[in-house]
C-alpha cells in the first residue's frame, strides 16, 4: 500500500444514488444534473487542477438528500436543488488558495 495526501483543496461528493422510488434517495432530486454541473463550472472557472467533483454512491443520510459533501473541510450540503448552485460555488472558491 501507498499513502500519500490528496492533491485536491476541495473535493465535492455528490450523492447520486437511486433507489428507484423504493424509498427515498438522492438520485430522486437534483443531484445527477448537479454532479454535471458542478463539474463544468469547476472547469470554466479554472479550478480542475486542485477541485474535484466525483458521482458518489450513498453517503448514509438519504433522508436528508439530496447530499453532497466537501472534503477535507467536512462541509455537507443537505435538501440541495439546483437553486442552490451559485453558492456552493462561492464557498468552493472560497476554499481554493492555488491559481488553477
Ligand atoms: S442516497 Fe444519498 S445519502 Fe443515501
Not at 458542478?38 to 458518489?56: F, H, N, Q, T, Y
Request: glycine share 8%; with cysteine.
Amino acid at each position: 500500500m501507498k499513502k500519500s495526501s490528496t492533491p485536491y483543496q476541495a473535493h465535492l461528493f455528490v450523492c447520486t444514488k437511486s433507489r428507484g422510488g423504493e424509498r427515498k434517495s438522492c438520485g430522486d432530486g437534483d443531484n445527477p444534473a448537479l454532479k454535471d454541473v458542478l463539474k463544468d463550472e469547476v472547469k470554466k472557472r479554472g479550478w480542475k487542477p486542485v477541485v474535484r467533483v466525483s458521482e458518489s454512491s450513498c453517503l448514509g443520510v438519504c433522508d436528508a438528500g439530496p447530499n453532497i459533501m466537501i472534503y477535507p473541510q467536512k462541509i455537507w450540503f443537505s435538501e440541495v436543488t439546483h437553486a442552490d448552485v451559485p453558492g456552493i460555488l462561492e464557498l468552493v472558491g472560497s476554499l481554493v488558495t492555488e491559481p488553477a
